[in-house]
Protein backbone atom coordinates (compact mmCIF):
# COMPACT_ATOMS: atom_id res chain seq x y z
CA UNK A 1 0.00 0.00 0.00
CA UNK A 2 3.09 2.24 -0.79
CA UNK A 3 4.16 4.23 -3.66
CA UNK A 4 3.37 7.51 -5.73
CA UNK A 5 0.46 5.46 -7.69
CA UNK A 6 -1.84 5.35 -4.21
CA UNK A 7 -0.61 8.95 -3.12
CA UNK A 8 -1.61 10.11 -6.32
CA UNK A 9 -4.66 8.15 -5.58
CA UNK A 10 -5.90 9.42 -2.65
CA UNK A 11 -6.91 13.01 -3.23
CA UNK A 12 -10.82 14.38 -2.50
CA UNK A 13 -12.59 14.76 -5.08
CA UNK A 14 -14.82 17.43 -5.76
CA UNK A 15 -18.61 17.35 -6.47
CA UNK A 16 -21.55 19.14 -7.23
CA UNK A 17 -25.16 17.76 -5.98
CA UNK A 18 -28.85 19.43 -4.68
CA UNK A 19 -28.96 18.54 -0.63
CA UNK A 20 -32.67 19.34 0.90
CA UNK A 21 -33.05 21.68 -1.80
CA UNK A 22 -29.56 23.51 -1.60
CA UNK A 23 -26.89 23.24 -4.10
CA UNK A 24 -23.69 22.19 -2.55
CA UNK A 25 -20.36 21.54 -3.59
CA UNK A 26 -18.24 19.24 -1.37
CA UNK A 27 -14.44 17.83 -1.30
CA UNK A 28 -14.57 14.56 -0.40
CA UNK A 29 -12.22 11.14 -0.29
CA UNK A 30 -13.63 9.16 -3.55
CA UNK A 31 -14.13 6.04 -1.58
CA UNK A 32 -17.03 7.10 0.39
CA UNK A 33 -20.37 6.28 0.47
CA UNK A 34 -23.16 9.08 0.30
CA UNK A 35 -24.56 8.15 3.82
CA UNK A 36 -20.17 8.73 4.79
CA UNK A 37 -20.59 11.84 2.66
CA UNK A 38 -23.93 12.89 4.64
CA UNK A 39 -23.03 12.85 7.79
CA UNK A 40 -19.27 13.43 8.15
CA UNK A 41 -18.42 15.99 5.09
CA UNK A 42 -21.76 17.47 5.69
CA UNK A 43 -22.54 17.03 9.20
CA UNK A 44 -26.04 15.68 8.57
CA UNK A 45 -26.17 12.99 10.90
CA UNK A 46 -29.91 12.67 10.97
CA UNK A 47 -29.45 10.09 8.74
CA UNK A 48 -28.68 6.81 10.27
CA UNK A 49 -25.76 4.42 9.85
CA UNK A 50 -27.26 0.60 10.49
CA UNK A 51 -26.07 -2.56 8.77
CA UNK A 52 -24.05 -0.67 5.99
CA UNK A 53 -25.04 -3.39 4.01
CA UNK A 54 -28.45 -2.95 2.50
CA UNK A 55 -30.19 -5.06 5.02
CA UNK A 56 -32.30 -2.87 7.42
CA UNK A 57 -33.02 0.22 5.38
CA UNK A 58 -31.96 2.73 7.96
CA UNK A 59 -29.97 4.94 5.74
CA UNK A 60 -32.77 5.32 3.57
CA UNK A 61 -32.60 8.68 1.45
CA UNK A 62 -34.26 10.24 -1.60
CA UNK A 63 -32.56 10.39 -4.59
CA UNK A 64 -34.35 12.36 -7.41
CA UNK A 65 -37.08 11.25 -5.29
CA UNK A 66 -36.83 7.80 -5.04
CA UNK A 67 -36.09 6.18 -2.03
CA UNK A 68 -32.89 4.39 -1.91
CA UNK A 69 -30.20 2.92 0.08
CA UNK A 70 -27.25 5.91 1.25
CA UNK A 71 -24.93 3.08 2.62
CA UNK A 72 -24.43 1.50 -0.64
CA UNK A 73 -24.55 4.59 -3.26
CA UNK A 74 -21.10 6.01 -4.23
CA UNK A 75 -20.99 9.56 -3.30
CA UNK A 76 -18.77 10.22 -6.57
CA UNK A 77 -22.35 8.89 -8.26
CA UNK A 78 -24.47 11.62 -7.35
CA UNK A 79 -22.95 14.79 -9.23
CA UNK A 80 -26.05 16.62 -10.00
CA UNK A 81 -28.30 14.51 -8.56
CA UNK A 82 -30.81 15.67 -6.06
CA UNK A 83 -30.64 14.28 -2.32
CA UNK A 84 -33.24 14.46 0.45
CA UNK A 85 -32.68 13.49 3.72
CA UNK A 86 -34.82 13.74 6.63
CA UNK A 87 -33.17 17.49 7.94
CA UNK A 88 -34.94 18.53 4.32
CA UNK A 89 -38.65 18.21 5.81
CA UNK A 90 -39.56 20.53 8.93
CA UNK A 91 -39.65 24.12 7.86
CA UNK A 92 -38.56 26.43 10.71
CA UNK A 93 -40.24 25.07 14.00
CA UNK A 94 -43.03 23.38 11.82
CA UNK A 95 -43.04 19.62 11.62
CA UNK A 96 -43.68 18.07 8.17
CA UNK A 97 -47.01 16.50 8.81
CA UNK A 98 -45.37 12.54 8.92
CA UNK A 99 -42.75 13.88 11.55
CA UNK A 100 -45.72 15.11 13.31
CA UNK A 101 -47.72 11.82 12.83
CA UNK A 102 -44.69 9.63 13.97
CA UNK A 103 -44.52 11.27 17.07
CA UNK A 104 -48.57 11.41 18.05
CA UNK A 105 -48.78 8.07 17.23
CA UNK A 106 -45.60 6.34 18.80
CA UNK A 107 -44.42 5.46 15.66
CA UNK A 108 -40.58 6.14 16.88
CA UNK A 109 -39.29 4.66 19.78
CA UNK A 110 -35.82 4.14 20.08
CA UNK A 111 -35.79 6.48 16.86
CA UNK A 112 -32.85 4.82 15.03
CA UNK A 113 -35.17 3.29 12.19
CA UNK A 114 -37.38 6.48 11.63
CA UNK A 115 -35.70 8.43 9.55
CA UNK A 116 -34.89 6.29 6.86
CA UNK A 117 -38.57 4.88 7.24
CA UNK A 118 -39.94 8.67 7.20
CA UNK A 119 -38.07 9.37 4.14
CA UNK A 120 -39.77 5.42 2.25
CA UNK A 121 -42.80 7.07 2.90
CA UNK A 122 -42.75 10.44 2.01
CA UNK A 123 -41.77 9.07 -1.13
CA UNK A 124 -44.63 7.13 -1.36
CA UNK A 125 -47.40 9.56 -0.29
CA UNK A 126 -46.23 11.66 -3.04
CA UNK A 127 -46.80 8.95 -5.11
CA UNK A 128 -49.86 7.63 -3.86
CA UNK A 129 -51.49 10.25 -1.88
CA UNK A 130 -54.33 7.47 -0.36
CA UNK A 131 -52.62 3.87 0.11
CA UNK A 132 -54.18 1.21 1.83
CA UNK A 133 -52.17 -0.41 4.81
CA UNK A 134 -51.35 -3.51 2.44
CA UNK A 135 -49.28 -0.69 0.44
CA UNK A 136 -48.24 1.17 3.19
CA UNK A 137 -46.36 -2.32 4.36
CA UNK A 138 -45.20 -3.12 0.84
CA UNK A 139 -43.84 0.36 0.63
CA UNK A 140 -41.82 -0.21 3.97
CA UNK A 141 -40.73 -3.55 3.67
CA UNK A 142 -37.10 -2.60 3.32
CA UNK A 143 -36.95 -0.86 6.59
CA UNK A 144 -36.50 -2.87 9.97
CA UNK A 145 -38.01 -1.64 12.83
CA UNK A 146 -36.84 -3.69 16.29
CA UNK A 147 -38.91 -1.32 18.74
CA UNK A 148 -42.87 -0.81 17.72
CA UNK A 149 -43.90 -3.60 15.49
CA UNK A 150 -44.87 -1.74 12.75
CA UNK A 151 -48.68 -1.25 13.50
CA UNK A 152 -47.83 1.92 15.07
CA UNK A 153 -45.27 2.98 11.95
CA UNK A 154 -48.28 2.17 9.67
CA UNK A 155 -50.78 4.09 11.83
CA UNK A 156 -48.53 7.23 11.50
CA UNK A 157 -48.28 6.97 8.12
CA UNK A 158 -52.01 6.49 7.59
CA UNK A 159 -52.82 9.83 9.55
CA UNK A 160 -50.37 11.76 7.44
CA UNK A 161 -51.39 10.74 4.29
CA UNK A 162 -54.89 11.59 5.54
CA UNK A 163 -53.38 15.16 6.82
CA UNK A 164 -51.44 15.48 3.74
CA UNK A 165 -54.60 15.13 1.72
CA UNK A 166 -56.43 17.70 3.79
CA UNK A 167 -59.02 15.56 5.33
CA UNK A 168 -57.91 14.72 8.69
CA UNK A 169 -60.27 16.30 11.30
CA UNK B 1 -17.93 0.51 10.77
CA UNK B 2 -17.26 -0.85 7.28
CA UNK B 3 -15.43 1.24 4.85
CA UNK B 4 -14.88 0.30 1.28
CA UNK B 5 -11.49 0.10 0.14
CA UNK B 6 -9.39 2.43 -1.99
CA UNK B 7 -10.21 2.21 -5.80
CA UNK B 8 -9.93 4.21 -9.30
CA UNK B 9 -13.55 5.73 -10.70
CA UNK B 10 -14.24 5.51 -14.44
CA UNK B 11 -17.31 6.49 -16.01
CA UNK B 12 -17.23 5.89 -19.60
CA UNK B 13 -19.71 7.63 -21.56
CA UNK B 14 -20.53 4.57 -24.12
CA UNK B 15 -20.49 0.65 -24.18
CA UNK B 16 -17.92 0.82 -26.30
CA UNK B 17 -15.47 3.08 -24.44
CA UNK B 18 -16.40 0.61 -20.70
CA UNK B 19 -15.53 -2.29 -23.04
CA UNK B 20 -12.00 -0.90 -23.91
CA UNK B 21 -11.53 0.42 -19.99
CA UNK B 22 -11.95 -3.74 -19.19
CA UNK B 23 -9.74 -4.98 -21.88
CA UNK B 24 -6.94 -2.42 -20.88
CA UNK B 25 -7.39 -2.57 -16.67
CA UNK B 26 -7.43 -6.84 -17.23
CA UNK B 27 -8.65 -8.48 -14.13
CA UNK B 28 -8.25 -5.37 -11.87
CA UNK B 29 -11.60 -3.83 -12.92
CA UNK B 30 -14.84 -4.98 -11.97
CA UNK B 31 -18.12 -2.91 -13.42
CA UNK B 32 -20.72 -1.54 -11.13
CA UNK B 33 -23.95 -0.99 -12.00
CA UNK B 34 -26.42 -0.74 -9.45
CA UNK B 35 -23.72 -1.36 -6.24
CA UNK B 36 -26.05 -2.98 -4.11
CA UNK B 37 -24.24 -6.91 -4.42
CA UNK B 38 -21.08 -5.55 -5.32
CA UNK B 39 -20.86 -2.70 -2.68
CA UNK B 40 -21.22 -5.35 0.56
CA UNK B 41 -18.81 -7.42 -0.92
CA UNK B 42 -16.09 -4.79 -0.89
CA UNK B 43 -16.93 -3.41 2.51
CA UNK B 44 -16.24 -7.11 3.75
CA UNK B 45 -12.96 -7.15 1.71
CA UNK B 46 -14.44 -10.33 -1.12
CA UNK B 47 -13.79 -7.84 -3.92
CA UNK B 48 -10.88 -5.08 -3.69
CA UNK B 49 -11.18 -3.84 -7.40
CA UNK B 50 -8.35 -1.29 -8.22
CA UNK B 51 -10.64 0.16 -10.49
CA UNK B 52 -14.69 0.48 -10.82
CA UNK B 53 -16.09 1.14 -13.88
CA UNK B 54 -19.68 2.63 -13.82
CA UNK B 55 -21.69 1.53 -16.01
CA UNK B 56 -24.35 4.55 -14.59
CA UNK B 57 -23.92 7.18 -17.19
CA UNK B 58 -24.60 4.02 -19.97
CA UNK B 59 -27.78 5.02 -21.32
CA UNK B 60 -27.92 2.19 -24.35
CA UNK B 61 -28.00 0.28 -21.08
CA UNK B 62 -31.85 1.57 -20.55
CA UNK B 63 -33.51 0.67 -23.38
CA UNK B 64 -36.74 -1.40 -23.95
CA UNK B 65 -37.88 -2.53 -27.23
CA UNK B 66 -40.36 -4.54 -28.66
CA UNK B 67 -40.06 -6.17 -32.27
CA UNK B 68 -40.38 -10.25 -32.69
CA UNK B 69 -39.88 -10.16 -28.59
CA UNK B 70 -38.78 -8.11 -25.80
CA UNK B 71 -35.41 -6.76 -25.20
CA UNK B 72 -34.78 -5.29 -21.99
CA UNK B 73 -31.54 -3.08 -21.26
CA UNK B 74 -29.06 -4.43 -18.48
CA UNK B 75 -28.99 -1.54 -16.67
CA UNK B 76 -32.66 -0.88 -16.01
CA UNK B 77 -33.65 -1.31 -12.44
CA UNK B 78 -35.56 -4.06 -11.01
CA UNK B 79 -38.10 -1.15 -10.52
CA UNK B 80 -37.80 0.24 -14.07
CA UNK B 81 -37.83 -3.70 -15.27
CA UNK B 82 -41.41 -3.74 -13.33
CA UNK B 83 -42.76 -0.56 -14.51
CA UNK B 84 -42.51 -2.17 -18.53
CA UNK B 85 -45.62 -2.07 -20.06
CA UNK B 86 -47.24 -5.04 -20.87
CA UNK B 87 -44.52 -7.18 -18.31
CA UNK B 88 -47.03 -8.45 -15.75
CA UNK B 89 -49.41 -9.89 -18.40
CA UNK B 90 -46.81 -11.41 -21.21
CA UNK B 91 -43.96 -12.41 -18.72
CA UNK B 92 -45.47 -12.74 -15.40
CA UNK B 93 -42.98 -15.15 -14.17
CA UNK B 94 -40.05 -12.12 -14.43
CA UNK B 95 -42.51 -9.69 -12.81
CA UNK B 96 -42.97 -12.15 -9.73
CA UNK B 97 -39.64 -13.02 -9.59
CA UNK B 98 -38.25 -9.12 -9.51
CA UNK B 99 -40.50 -8.01 -7.44
CA UNK B 100 -39.37 -10.76 -5.16
CA UNK B 101 -35.28 -9.36 -5.37
CA UNK B 102 -34.69 -7.75 -1.78
CA UNK B 103 -36.53 -4.44 -0.99
CA UNK B 104 -38.34 -1.66 -2.42
CA UNK B 105 -35.58 0.47 -1.96
CA UNK B 106 -33.15 -1.81 -3.35
CA UNK B 107 -35.06 -2.60 -6.42
CA UNK B 108 -34.74 0.97 -6.96
CA UNK B 109 -30.94 0.86 -7.49
CA UNK B 110 -30.03 -3.19 -8.04
CA UNK B 111 -30.53 -3.71 -11.97
CA UNK B 112 -31.48 -6.31 -14.25
CA UNK B 113 -27.51 -7.40 -15.39
CA UNK B 114 -26.69 -6.98 -11.74
CA UNK B 115 -28.97 -9.58 -10.53
CA UNK B 116 -28.06 -12.16 -13.95
CA UNK B 117 -24.20 -11.90 -12.20
CA UNK B 118 -25.29 -11.90 -8.67
CA UNK B 119 -22.08 -13.49 -6.51
CA UNK B 120 -23.12 -16.78 -5.55
CA UNK B 121 -23.79 -16.58 -1.47
CA UNK B 122 -22.88 -19.06 1.42
CA UNK B 123 -23.07 -18.30 5.31
CA UNK B 124 -19.15 -19.00 5.38
CA UNK B 125 -18.60 -16.35 2.70
CA UNK B 126 -21.04 -13.58 3.42
CA UNK B 127 -19.16 -12.43 6.72
CA UNK B 128 -16.90 -9.38 7.18
CA UNK B 129 -13.64 -10.03 7.20
CA UNK B 130 -12.36 -10.82 11.17
CA UNK B 131 -15.12 -13.34 10.75
CA UNK B 132 -13.69 -14.90 7.85
CA UNK B 133 -10.14 -14.88 9.32
CA UNK B 134 -11.41 -16.64 12.83
CA UNK B 135 -12.21 -19.61 10.26
CA UNK B 136 -8.51 -19.22 8.24
CA UNK B 137 -11.22 -18.08 5.84
CA UNK B 138 -12.89 -20.66 2.98
CA UNK B 139 -11.75 -21.73 -0.54
CA UNK B 140 -14.02 -18.79 -2.68
CA UNK B 141 -12.19 -15.87 -0.96
CA UNK B 142 -7.83 -16.29 0.99
CA UNK B 143 -8.51 -19.75 1.88
CA UNK B 144 -8.35 -23.51 0.84
CA UNK B 145 -11.39 -25.43 1.94
CA UNK B 146 -14.84 -25.52 1.81
CA UNK B 147 -16.85 -25.26 5.17
CA UNK B 148 -20.10 -26.53 4.41
CA UNK B 149 -18.20 -29.89 2.92
CA UNK B 150 -14.91 -30.24 3.70
CA UNK B 151 -13.89 -32.67 1.35
CA UNK B 152 -15.34 -30.96 -1.56
CA UNK B 153 -13.12 -30.00 -4.43
CA UNK B 154 -15.10 -27.05 -5.52
CA UNK B 155 -17.12 -24.23 -4.13
CA UNK B 156 -20.66 -25.08 -2.85
CA UNK B 157 -21.62 -21.40 -2.80
CA UNK B 158 -25.44 -20.42 -4.00
CA UNK B 159 -26.83 -18.93 -6.92
CA UNK B 160 -28.86 -16.96 -5.16
CA UNK B 161 -30.36 -14.61 -8.06
CA UNK B 162 -34.32 -14.43 -8.53
CA UNK B 163 -34.76 -13.53 -12.19
CA UNK B 164 -32.51 -15.89 -13.85
CA UNK B 165 -34.75 -19.03 -13.06
CA UNK B 166 -37.81 -16.99 -14.09
CA UNK B 167 -35.45 -15.65 -17.50
CA UNK B 168 -34.27 -19.27 -18.57
CA UNK B 169 -37.89 -20.77 -18.04
CA UNK B 170 -39.18 -18.17 -20.19
CA UNK B 171 -35.70 -19.11 -22.81
CA UNK B 172 -33.76 -15.72 -22.40
CA UNK B 173 -30.84 -15.20 -24.26
CA UNK B 174 -28.15 -12.81 -23.53
CA UNK B 175 -25.86 -10.25 -25.27
CA UNK B 176 -22.05 -9.71 -23.76
CA UNK B 177 -19.79 -6.83 -25.62
CA UNK B 178 -16.30 -7.40 -25.78
CA UNK B 179 -14.06 -4.79 -26.99
CA UNK B 180 -12.97 -7.75 -29.45
CA UNK B 181 -16.97 -8.31 -30.33
CA UNK B 182 -20.48 -9.44 -29.14
CA UNK B 183 -21.68 -12.51 -28.66
CA UNK B 184 -25.55 -13.62 -28.02
CA UNK B 185 -25.94 -17.02 -25.41
CA UNK B 186 -28.81 -18.86 -24.03
CA UNK B 187 -28.81 -17.18 -21.22
CA UNK B 188 -28.82 -20.76 -19.55
CA UNK B 189 -25.56 -20.95 -21.29
CA UNK B 190 -24.04 -17.82 -18.77
CA UNK B 191 -23.43 -20.41 -15.42
CA UNK B 192 -21.57 -23.52 -14.35
CA UNK B 193 -21.91 -25.22 -10.88
CA UNK B 194 -19.25 -23.95 -8.91
CA UNK B 195 -19.58 -21.34 -6.22
CA UNK B 196 -16.51 -19.17 -7.77
CA UNK B 197 -16.26 -19.58 -11.98
CA UNK B 198 -19.87 -19.68 -11.69
CA UNK B 199 -20.29 -17.22 -14.89
CA UNK B 200 -18.74 -18.26 -17.92
CA UNK B 201 -18.66 -14.72 -18.12
CA UNK B 202 -15.13 -13.26 -19.48
CA UNK B 203 -13.85 -10.50 -17.57
CA UNK B 204 -13.76 -8.34 -20.71
CA UNK B 205 -17.39 -8.67 -21.26
CA UNK B 206 -20.21 -6.84 -20.55
CA UNK B 207 -23.60 -8.29 -20.02
CA UNK B 208 -25.90 -5.14 -21.86
CA UNK B 209 -29.09 -6.82 -23.05
CA UNK B 210 -31.40 -9.03 -22.35
CA UNK B 211 -33.83 -10.91 -24.82
CA UNK B 212 -37.21 -12.52 -24.66
CA UNK B 213 -39.12 -14.37 -27.09
CA UNK B 214 -42.38 -13.91 -28.36
CA UNK B 215 -44.93 -14.74 -25.32
CA UNK B 216 -47.32 -15.79 -27.98
CA UNK B 217 -49.38 -18.73 -26.13
CA UNK B 218 -46.55 -19.02 -23.03
CA UNK B 219 -48.01 -18.58 -19.48
CA UNK B 220 -44.60 -18.21 -17.06
CA UNK B 221 -44.70 -18.47 -12.92
CA UNK B 222 -41.93 -17.55 -10.25
CA UNK B 223 -42.03 -18.96 -6.20
CA UNK B 224 -39.64 -17.99 -3.79
CA UNK B 225 -39.29 -19.39 -0.30
CA UNK B 226 -37.96 -17.13 2.19
CA UNK B 227 -37.71 -16.73 5.40
CA UNK B 228 -39.40 -12.79 5.71
CA UNK B 229 -41.57 -11.51 3.30
CA UNK B 230 -38.80 -9.51 1.74
CA UNK B 231 -35.09 -8.77 2.28
CA UNK B 232 -33.85 -11.84 1.76
CA UNK B 233 -32.62 -13.86 -0.74
CA UNK B 234 -34.05 -17.02 -2.06
CA UNK B 235 -33.78 -20.42 -0.43
CA UNK B 236 -35.31 -22.40 -3.20
CA UNK B 237 -36.73 -20.31 -6.29
CA UNK B 238 -38.93 -22.33 -8.35
CA UNK B 239 -39.38 -20.80 -12.41
CA UNK B 240 -42.11 -22.19 -14.72
CA UNK B 241 -43.18 -21.56 -18.35
CA UNK B 242 -45.14 -24.01 -20.53
CA UNK B 243 -46.64 -23.19 -24.04
CA UNK B 244 -49.87 -24.38 -24.01
CA UNK B 245 -52.79 -25.49 -26.61
CA UNK B 246 -56.24 -24.15 -25.80
CA UNK B 247 -57.36 -27.26 -24.31
CA UNK B 248 -54.46 -26.95 -21.95
CA UNK B 249 -52.37 -29.20 -23.80
CA UNK B 250 -48.81 -28.97 -23.52
CA UNK B 251 -46.74 -28.11 -26.65
CA UNK B 252 -43.40 -26.89 -24.73
CA UNK B 253 -42.62 -26.61 -20.90
CA UNK B 254 -39.60 -25.40 -18.90
CA UNK B 255 -38.77 -25.77 -15.09
CA UNK B 256 -35.94 -24.06 -13.36
CA UNK B 257 -34.63 -24.50 -9.58
CA UNK B 258 -32.90 -21.21 -8.22
CA UNK B 259 -30.59 -21.51 -4.76
CA UNK B 260 -30.17 -25.56 -4.51
CA UNK B 261 -27.04 -25.78 -6.50
CA UNK B 262 -24.39 -23.05 -7.85
CA UNK B 263 -25.87 -23.12 -11.12
CA UNK B 264 -29.68 -22.58 -11.77
CA UNK B 265 -30.87 -25.83 -12.01
CA UNK B 266 -33.14 -26.46 -15.10
CA UNK B 267 -35.02 -29.73 -14.93
CA UNK B 268 -36.46 -31.84 -18.04
CA UNK B 269 -40.08 -31.60 -18.37
CA UNK B 270 -40.25 -33.77 -21.45
CA UNK B 271 -42.65 -35.97 -19.95
CA UNK B 272 -45.05 -33.24 -20.07
CA UNK B 273 -45.38 -32.32 -23.80
CA UNK B 274 -48.38 -33.64 -24.83
CA UNK B 275 -50.00 -34.29 -22.01
CA UNK B 276 -52.26 -32.09 -19.68
CA UNK B 277 -51.23 -30.51 -16.57
CA UNK B 278 -53.25 -32.87 -14.29
CA UNK B 279 -52.53 -33.29 -11.00
CA UNK B 280 -50.62 -36.79 -11.13
CA UNK B 281 -48.33 -35.60 -13.92
CA UNK B 282 -47.53 -32.59 -12.06
CA UNK B 283 -46.36 -34.40 -8.80
CA UNK B 284 -44.28 -36.27 -11.23
CA UNK B 285 -42.19 -33.47 -12.04
CA UNK B 286 -42.02 -32.32 -8.77
CA UNK B 287 -40.66 -35.42 -7.72
CA UNK B 288 -38.21 -35.36 -10.16
CA UNK B 289 -37.19 -32.01 -9.42
CA UNK B 290 -36.82 -32.70 -5.59
CA UNK B 291 -34.89 -35.75 -6.75
CA UNK B 292 -32.30 -33.32 -8.24
CA UNK B 293 -31.79 -30.47 -6.11
CA UNK B 294 -29.07 -30.72 -3.92
CA UNK B 295 -29.59 -27.32 -0.96
CA UNK B 296 -26.16 -27.30 1.03
CA UNK B 297 -26.48 -26.35 4.58
CA UNK B 298 -24.65 -23.11 3.75
CA UNK B 299 -27.79 -20.66 4.12
CA UNK B 300 -31.21 -20.19 6.23
CA UNK B 301 -33.40 -23.27 7.24
CA UNK B 302 -32.86 -26.93 7.65
CA UNK B 303 -31.39 -28.79 4.25
CA UNK B 304 -33.85 -31.50 4.18
CA UNK B 305 -36.77 -29.72 4.78
CA UNK B 306 -35.94 -27.59 1.69
CA UNK B 307 -35.30 -30.24 -0.56
CA UNK B 308 -38.58 -31.83 0.63
CA UNK B 309 -41.01 -28.42 -0.38
CA UNK B 310 -38.96 -28.80 -3.78
CA UNK B 311 -41.90 -30.75 -4.84
CA UNK B 312 -44.55 -28.67 -3.13
CA UNK B 313 -43.18 -25.08 -4.59
CA UNK B 314 -43.00 -26.96 -7.97
CA UNK B 315 -46.76 -27.59 -7.58
CA UNK B 316 -47.62 -24.18 -6.82
CA UNK B 317 -45.94 -22.94 -9.68
CA UNK B 318 -47.46 -25.50 -12.12
CA UNK B 319 -50.50 -25.20 -11.16
CA UNK B 320 -50.32 -22.00 -11.49
CA UNK B 321 -49.67 -22.44 -14.86
CA UNK B 322 -52.98 -24.16 -15.34
CA UNK B 323 -54.70 -21.16 -14.74
CA UNK B 324 -55.95 -22.65 -10.97
CA UNK B 325 -56.39 -19.75 -8.47
CA UNK B 326 -53.15 -19.65 -6.01
CA UNK B 327 -53.62 -16.08 -4.90
CA UNK B 328 -54.59 -16.78 -1.17
CA UNK B 329 -51.14 -19.48 -1.01
CA UNK B 330 -48.90 -16.88 -2.87
CA UNK B 331 -50.12 -14.61 -0.43
CA UNK B 332 -49.69 -17.04 2.53
CA UNK B 333 -45.94 -18.02 0.68
CA UNK B 334 -44.86 -14.50 -0.57
CA UNK B 335 -46.35 -12.09 1.92
CA UNK B 336 -47.40 -9.97 -0.98
CA UNK B 337 -49.08 -9.67 -4.12
CA UNK B 338 -46.99 -9.98 -7.07
Known sequence: ?169 | MMRLPWFDYRAPRSVEEAAKILAWEGDGAMLIAGGTDLLPNMKRRHQMPQTLVSLRQLEALKKVANGSGLRLGAGLTLSELLAVRGLRERYRGLAQAAAQVATPQLRNMGTLGGNLCLDTRCTYYNQNYEWRKAIDFCMKKDGAVCWVATASKRCLAVSSTDTVPALIALGARVKLVAAAGEREIALAELYQNDGIEYLKRKPDEILTEVLLPKADGWTSSYWKLRRRGSFDFPLLGVAAAAKLAADGTVAAARLVLGAVSSHPLVIKCDALIGRKLTDDAIAAIGEAAESRAKPMDNTDMDLRWRKHVVADFAGYALRELRGDDMSAMRLRIAKQMV
Do not use: W
Open chain 1, 1 to 169: MSGTARIERRRNVQLRLSVNGEDTEVSFAPYKTLLELLREDLGLTGTKHGCELGECGACAVLIDGEPQLSCLKLAIECEGRAVETIEGLARGNALHPLQAAFADHGGSQCGYCTPGVIMTAKALLEREPNPSRDRIREATAGNLCRCTGYQQIVDAIEHAASELRGEAK
